[in-house]
Nanobody, 129 residues
Framework: QVQLVESGGGLVQAGGSLRLSCAAS????????MGWFRQAPGKEREFVAA????????YYTDSVKGRFTISRDNAKNTVYLQMNSLKPEDTAVYYC??????????????????????WGQGTQVTVSS
């Protein structure tokens, strides 16, 4: 069983920054591929960023490239999402997710929602114009 707890959300003006954190339980966090997703009101949950369990590979949706950075600290069982130059359209509940499938190799990034098997409760990010 894996528990994920997000933190760091809040209200920020357009152009500002936030850093989200996701703390994971489990002794094998270093072998989980991790991802961030978001869901705006009335919309489906969408992929934002992903990182391989080695941390060596990352992938972003086009709308956040150059503004968001995903990283992880396996010693702290934590994955981060640094969000800069925030826009009102970034407003959403942000979720972190873990892929614990043993078939996922250390270089793979997972971008598909259904491939993740554990989810956090989400943290609200609101960007005002």
């Amino acid at each position: 069983q894996v528990q994920l707890v997000e933190s760091g959300g809040g209200l920020v003006q357009a152009g500002g920054s936030l850093r989200l954190s996701c703390a994971a339980s489990g002794r094998t966090f270093s072998s989980y591929a991790m991802g961030w997703f978001r869901q705006a009101p009335g919309k489906e949950r969408e992929f934002v960023a992903a990182i391989s369990w080695s941390g060596g590979n990352t992938y972003y949706t086009d709308s956040v490239k150059g503004r968001f950075t995903i990283s992880r600290d396996n010693a702290k069982n934590t994955v981060y999402l640094q969000m800069n130059s925030l826009k009102p359209e970034d407003t959403a509940v942000y979720y972190c997710a873990a892929d614990t499938d043993s078939a996922t190799t250390h270089t793979m990034v997972i971008v598909t929602l259904h491939q993740y098997d554990y989810w956090g409760q989400g943290t609200q990010v609101t960007v005002s114009s």
